[in-house]
C-alpha cells in the first residue's frame, strides 16, 4: 500500500509543487483548496493516484469531512502539509488593518492548520502501523516580518509555537512534525519581487527568487525520513535574498 499524503493549498504555487513531487515520490495523494477549478489542474498533472477534495479549512464541519474523505479513498494517513495561507493587504499599514482583515489571516493561517492537525492526529494515532508525519509551511516571516505584515507574521510566528507543541504532543502516537520556513520561491505570488517590494528601511528593492522545485524536494526529504528520525525546522531560500543582515 502506498504512503498517503494530504496538501492544504494545493490547487497553486508551492502546494501544487508539493503535490506533484510526492506524487512522483510514491505517494497518493489528497490534493484540497477552495476551488474545484485549480485542484483539478494540479490532478491533470499528477501521473499516480490522487483525489480532490474542496474544503475550507477555517470551517471545523469542512476539515472533518475533509479527513474523512481521505480515510474512505486510502484507508490511512501519513503525511499532512499544512500548506494553504494568506494575508492583509501589504499596503495597509498597521493602525489601518481591519478586525475582518486580521481575522481572516489568523483563521486561514492558524486556526486552519490547528483544525487539520487535529484530525490528523485522531487517524495516525488509530491506524496500523500507527503514527505519521505532519509539515507545517511557516514561511521566513516565522522568523522576521516585512514591512506591514502584522497579521502574517504574526501567525507564522504561531505556527512556530503549534509545531513545536504538535511534535512534544504527538511522541506517545509515534507522529512527527516539523516546519519548512520558506523565502523567495518562484510562484505567482512572489512575482512582484522581482519589480521591487518594501524593504526594512522603507527602500523600494527587487528581491532574487529561487525555483520552486528547491521547496517541493526538501518537503519530500521531509516527509520520507524515517519516524525516528524528523527535521523540526527547515529554512530554505533564495541566496541572496535580504533576510540575513541589516537594512
Same mark, same amino acid.
Given at each position: 500500500?502506498?504512503?498517503?499524503?494530504?496538501?492544504?493549498?494545493?490547487?497553486?504555487?508551492?502546494? !501544487?509543487?508539493?503535490?506533484?513531487?510526492?506524487?512522483? /515520490?510514491?505517494?497518493? %495523494?489528497?490534493?484540497?483548496?477552495? !476551488?474545484?477549478?485549480?485542484?483539478?489542474e494540479?490532478?491533470? #498533472?499528477?501521473?499516480?493516484?490522487?483525489?480532490? %477534495?474542496?474544503?475550507?479549512?477555517?470551517?471545523?464541519? =469542512?476539515?472533518?469531512?475533509?479527513?474523512?474523505?481521505?480515510?474512505?479513498?486510502?484507508? !490511512?494517513?501519513?503525511?499532512?502539509?499544512?500548506?494553504?495561507?494568506?494575508?492583509? &493587504?501589504?499596503?495597509?499599514?498597521?493602525?489601518?488593518?481591519?478586525?475582518? *482583515?486580521? =481575522?481572516?489571516?489568523m483563521?486561514?493561517? @492558524?486556526t486552519?492548520?490547528?483544525l487539520?492537525? *487535529?484530525?490528523?492526529?485522531?487517524?495516525?494515532k488509530?491506524?496500523?502501523p500507527?503514527?505519521?508525519?505532519?509539515?507545517?509551511?511557516?514561511?521566513?516571516?516565522?522568523?522576521?516580518?516585512?514591512?506591514? =505584515?502584522? &497579521?502574517?507574521?504574526?501567525? #507564522?510566528?504561531?505556527?512556530?509555537? @503549534?509545531? #513545536?507543541?504538535?511534535? @512534544?504532543?504527538? $511522541? #506517545?502516537?509515534?507522529?512527527?512534525?516539523?516546519q519548512? +520556513?520558506?523565502?523567495?520561491?518562484?510562484?505567482?505570488?512572489?512575482?512582484?519581487?522581482?519589480?521591487? %517590494?518594501? *524593504?526594512?528601511?522603507? !527602500?523600494?528593492? &527587487?528581491? &532574487?527568487?529561487? +525555483?520552486v522545485?528547491?521547496?517541493?524536494?526538501? %518537503?519530500?526529504?521531509?516527509? *520520507?525520513?524515517? @519516524?525516528?528520525?524528523?527535521?523540526?525546522?527547515?529554512?530554505?531560500? /533564495?541566496?541572496?535574498?535580504?533576510?540575513?543582515? $541589516?537594512?
Open positions: 500500500m502506498n504512503k498517503v499524503a494530504l496538501i492544504t493549498g494545493a490547487g497553486t504555487g508551492i502546494g !501544487r509543487a508539493c503535490a506533484i513531487a510526492l506524487s512522483e /515520490a510514491g505517494y497518493d %495523494v489528497v490534493l484540497t483548496g477552495r !476551488r474545484i477549478e485549480a485542484l483539478e494540479t490532478k491533470a #498533472k499528477i501521473k499516480g493516484k490522487a483525489i480532490c %477534495v474542496v474544503a475550507d479549512v477555517t470551517d471545523p464541519a =469542512s476539515v472533518k469531512a475533509l479527513f474523512a474523505k481521505t480515510v474512505e479513498a486510502f484507508g !490511512r494517513l501519513d503525511v499532512l502539509f499544512n500548506n494553504a495561507g494568506t494575508g492583509a &493587504p501589504g499596503t495597509v499599514l498597521l493602525e489601518d488593518l481591519t478586525f475582518e *482583515q486580521w =481575522s481572516a489571516v483563521n486561514t493561517n @492558524l486552519g492548520p490547528f487539520c492537525t *487535529q484530525e490528523a492526529f485522531k487517524i495516525m488509530a491506524q496500523t500507527m503514527g505519521g508525519r505532519i509539515i507545517n509551511n511557516g514561511s521566513i516571516s516565522a522568523t522576521a516580518p516585512r514591512p506591514n =505584515s502584522a &497579521p502574517y507574521t504574526s501567525t #507564522k510566528h504561531a505556527i512556530t509555537g @503549534l509545531t #513545536k507543541s504538535t511534535s @512534544l504532543d504527538g $511522541r #506517545k502516537y509515534n507522529i512527527a512534525c516539523g519548512i +520556513d520558506i523565502g523567495n520561491a518562484a510562484t505567482d505570488m512572489t512575482a512582484r519581487m522581482t519589480g521591487g %517590494v518594501p *524593504q526594512a528601511d522603507g !527602500r523600494l528593492a &527587487p528581491e &532574487p527568487r529561487m +525555483d522545485a528547491h521547496v517541493a524536494s526538501s %518537503v519530500v526529504h521531509m516527509a *520520507q525520513l524515517p @519516524l525516528e528520525a524528523n527535521v523540526l525546522f527547515m529554512t530554505v531560500m /533564495a541566496t541572496k535574498m535580504p533576510l540575513v543582515g $541589516r537594512g
